[in-house]
């Protein structure tokens, strides 16, 4: 939308011809104080002309130009009471009255007055400026009035331009401001259920720059975001190497909100069937309201946290949300039968201390005695194992088993020097993270104390993984990590449940079936929820991992 400089046009002036009626010397001499900008002096001298009885249609065009005087001077009340007489009329000039009317309309706050006149303006070229003044006077109102009017002024182009520049103003929008701000752009009728062609199309939108990484290539080849990226993008291969339609298009978040907003009038993401990422929460709101609207699957691919995408339709986590895992937890425990005493160590972390408050309730639930329940650091961690009785000697160990939430390998390494000097096996329940400490060597315990929760978790033995390293390792010369394994695994599953056979509706091929086997990972269960729902309990038997029954 062009910007309207709020002055009136002097073309309007010197405009008018009175057939058969001399013009008054008066009159002559208001336009002209008119014309050179001297509102003060022209408005007394355009008044005594007003009053049709005695000047007939000369009234009308002094009026007019009264109007025009009186913006000029900042006296948008004094233009109302000057038009608001003549735009009924049928004259030569009566769409422009109403164009001025509009502006002082504006100009005196009454906003909504000013847009339902210029609804009834028929000429293109004068509605063309009314709706530039749309725009001018209306970009700074607060979101509520224009949101509240949309539906009866979305007509006016201006008035969309301006809506649109308050809601990309703003940081944060609600779901009404949201939900306004894509209707703007066409997307919120547009339905993503329809295939428009048998490519599947995935945006990805990672942080790869911020405030201490300004370009890509500064990124650490060991960064978490890295690996994941390239994770997605080797999945991607292989995808087109095994014949699958698929396009990978990648954006920077930079860590910015503004930015990403901006970002998300990309015609390319809004054609998108599917989003991967951001990571950070911040962010991750932003696209999962986005998602809702557009009606795009969103996944956060690394997250626990994300109870609140069980409320929505297109949001998911790739991973299990607190929710499930603490169900794996509870449901592993009972069917092992190993006693009803529970000690449970958690870290300080989002996701530890959240997973720890929801055992307590249903572990409680299920009737069974929590015996300990503490915040666990590497300083106080071997206390809290030694208080159970679980330490070196004879002695009598006080639960039945002990679960321990954390990822932190600080925290891991005296727990399990601890549990290489005991000599009693106790179940000690730990995140599969564990499973890659390079301390670990869990085949030299005398006991197999440790048992593994499941977090997608990875299947190392498979036939399938042993392929993928191969290939990566020929591609990049280095074994993938973890953050890259669950990348292409992310696109394994992607594609799996998104394709020109199954079609590209998300949600009810995720609801067709309970279980769906991994190729790098055990597996998931997205039936009726939107996170990975199956949470297995893992041991190692002869270096083997294997699920429990």
Same mark, same amino acid.
Do not use: C
């Given at each position: 939308?062009?910007?309207?400089?709020l002055?009136?046009?002097?073309f309007?002036?010197?405009?008018?011809a009175f057939?058969?009626i001399?013009t008054p010397?008066?009159?002559?001499?208001?336009q002209?104080?008119?014309?050179?900008?001297?509102?003060?002096?022209?408005?007394p001298?355009?008044?005594?002309f007003?009053?049709?009885?005695e000047?007939?249609?000369?009234?009308?065009y002094a009026?007019?130009?009264l109007?025009e005087a009186?913006?000029?001077?900042?006296?948008?009340?004094?233009a109302?009471?000057?038009?608001e007489p003549?735009?009924?009329?049928?004259?030569?000039?009566?769409?422009?009255?109403?164009y001025l009317l509009?502006v002082?309309?504006?100009?005196n706050?009454?906003?909504?007055?000013?847009?339902?006149?210029?609804k009834?303006?028929?000429?293109?070229?004068?509605?063309?400026?009314?709706?530039?003044?749309?725009?001018?006077?209306l970009?700074?109102v607060?979101?509520?009035?224009?949101?509240?009017n949309?539906?009866?002024?979305?007509?006016?182009?201006?008035y969309?331009?301006a809506?649109k520049?308050?809601?990309?103003?703003q940081?944060?929008?609600s779901?009404?401001?949201?939900?306004?701000y894509?209707?703007?752009q066409?997307?919120a009728?547009?339905?993503?259920?329809?295939?428009?062609d048998q490519v599947?199309d995935?945006?990805?939108?990672?942080?790869?720059?911020?405030?201490?990484?300004?370009?890509l290539?500064?990124?650490?080849?060991?960064d978490?975001?890295?690996e994941?990226?390239?994770?997605?993008?080797f999945g991607?291969?292989?995808?087109?190497?095994?014949?699958?339609?698929?396009?990978?298009?990648?954006?920077d978040?930079k860590?910015?909100?503004a930015h990403?907003?901006? @970002?998300?009038? #990309? *015609?390319a &993401? +809004?054609s998108?069937?599917v989003?991967i990422g951001?990571?950070?929460?911040?962010e991750s709101d932003v696209v999962?309201?986005?998602?809702?609207?557009?009606?795009?699957?969103?996944?956060?691919p690394?997250?626990?946290l994300?109870?609140?995408?069980?409320?929505?339709?297109?949001?998911?986590?790739?991973r299990p949300s607190?929710s499930?895992i603490?169900?794996?937890?509870v449901?592993?425990?009972?069917k092992?039968?190993?006693?009803?005493?529970?000690a449970?160590?958690y870290?300080?972390?989002?996701?530890?201390?959240?997973?720890?408050k929801?055992?307590?309730t249903?572990?409680?639930?299920?009737?069974?005695?929590?015996?300990k329940?503490?915040?666990?650091?590497?300083?106080?961690?071997s206390?809290?194992?030694q208080?159970?009785?679980?330490?070196?000697?004879?002695?009598s160990?006080?639960v039945d088993q002990?679960?321990? @939430?954390t990822? #932190? *390998?600080? &925290? +891991?390494?005296?727990?399990?020097?601890?549990?290489?000097?005991i000599?009693a096996s106790i179940?000690?329940?730990v995140?599969?993270?564990w499973?890659?400490f390079?301390?670990?060597?869990?085949?030299m315990?005398?006991?197999?104390?440790?048992?593994?929760?499941g977090?997608?978790?990875?299947?190392?033995y498979?036939?399938?993984?042993q392929?993928?390293?191969?290939?990566?390792?020929?591609?990049?010369?280095?074994?993938?990590s973890?953050?890259?394994?669950?990348?292409?695994?992310?696109?394994?599953?992607?594609?799996?449940?998104?394709?020109?056979?199954?079609?590209f509706?998300?949600r009810r091929?995720l609801d067709?079936?309970?279980?769906?086997?991994g190729?790098?990972?055990w597996?998931f269960?997205?039936?009726g929820?939107?996170?990975?729902?199956?949470?297995?309990l893992?041991?190692?038997?002869a270096?083997?991992?294997?699920?429990?029954?």
């Amino acid at each position: 939308m062009k910007k309207f400089l709020l002055v009136i046009p002097v073309f309007f002036i010197l405009s008018v011809a009175f057939a058969q009626i001399p013009t008054p010397d008066a009159y002559r001499k208001a336009q002209s104080e008119l014309a050179a900008k001297n509102y003060w002096e022209a408005i007394p001298l355009f008044k005594q002309f007003t009053d049709p009885k005695e000047y007939g249609n000369l009234a009308n065009y002094a009026a007019f130009h009264l109007g025009e005087a009186t913006l000029g001077a900042n006296q948008p009340g004094q233009a109302i009471d000057a038009l608001e007489p003549i735009i009924k009329g049928n004259w030569a000039k009566s769409e422009e009255a109403k164009y001025l009317l509009a502006v002082a309309y504006f100009k005196n706050q009454q906003n909504v007055e000013a847009l339902t006149l210029i609804k009834s303006i028929k000429n293109d070229q004068i509605m063309a400026m009314a709706e530039n003044a749309t725009y001018e006077n209306l970009k700074q109102v607060s979101a509520s009035f224009m949101i509240a009017n949309l539906s009866e002024f979305k007509e006016n182009r201006g008035y969309g331009a301006a809506l649109k520049r308050v809601l990309e103003s703003q940081t944060i929008l609600s779901a009404t401001e949201r939900a306004a701000y894509y209707e703007l752009q066409g997307k919120a009728t547009e339905s993503k259920n329809v295939v428009k062609d048998q490519v599947l199309d995935i945006v990805v939108i990672l942080p790869f720059t911020n405030s201490s990484r300004s370009n890509l290539s500064s990124i650490p080849q060991n960064d978490f975001v890295f690996e994941l990226y390239q994770g997605l993008e080797f999945g991607v291969e292989q995808l087109k190497i095994k014949g699958t339609k698929v396009n990978m298009l990648t954006f920077d978040s930079k860590r910015d909100v503004a930015h990403l907003q901006n @970002l998300l009038s #990309d *015609p390319a &993401i +809004a054609s998108a069937d599917v989003i991967i990422g951001p990571i950070y929460p911040e962010e991750s709101d932003v696209v999962s309201a986005f998602a809702e609207t557009a009606k795009i699957p969103f996944v956060h691919p690394l997250s626990n946290l994300g109870e609140r995408f069980e409320e929505l339709n297109y949001s998911y986590l790739f991973r299990p949300s607190v929710s499930s895992i603490a169900d794996g937890i509870v449901d592993g425990l009972r069917k092992q039968n190993w006693g009803k005493r529970v000690a449970v160590g958690y870290s300080g972390s989002s996701r530890d201390e959240m997973l720890a408050k929801m055992l307590q309730t249903q572990l409680a639930a299920e009737g069974f005695q929590l015996t300990k329940f503490e915040q666990i650091n590497p300083r106080n961690v071997s206390d809290f194992m030694q208080g159970l009785g679980v330490k070196s000697g004879e002695g009598s160990v006080s639960v039945d088993q002990v679960v321990l @939430l954390t990822d #932190d *390998p600080s &925290i +891991a390494q005296p727990v399990f020097s601890l549990m290489e000097s005991i000599t009693a096996s106790i179940p000690t329940l730990v995140m599969d993270s564990w499973l890659s400490f390079n301390f670990a060597n869990y085949e030299m315990l005398e006991f197999p104390n440790f048992y593994f929760i499941g977090n997608n978790t990875l299947n190392f033995y498979g036939e399938p993984m042993q392929q993928f390293r191969n290939r990566f390792y020929d591609k990049y010369l280095n074994l993938p990590s973890i953050n890259s394994t669950l990348g292409a695994e992310l696109i394994n599953w992607v594609s799996s449940n998104m394709s020109d056979s199954k079609g590209f509706d998300l949600r009810r091929n995720l609801d067709q079936k309970a279980f769906e086997a991994g190729r790098l990972t055990w597996g998931f269960n997205f039936q009726g929820g939107h996170n990975n729902q199956y949470v297995p309990l893992f041991e190692l038997e002869a270096g083997e991992l294997k699920p429990l029954d």
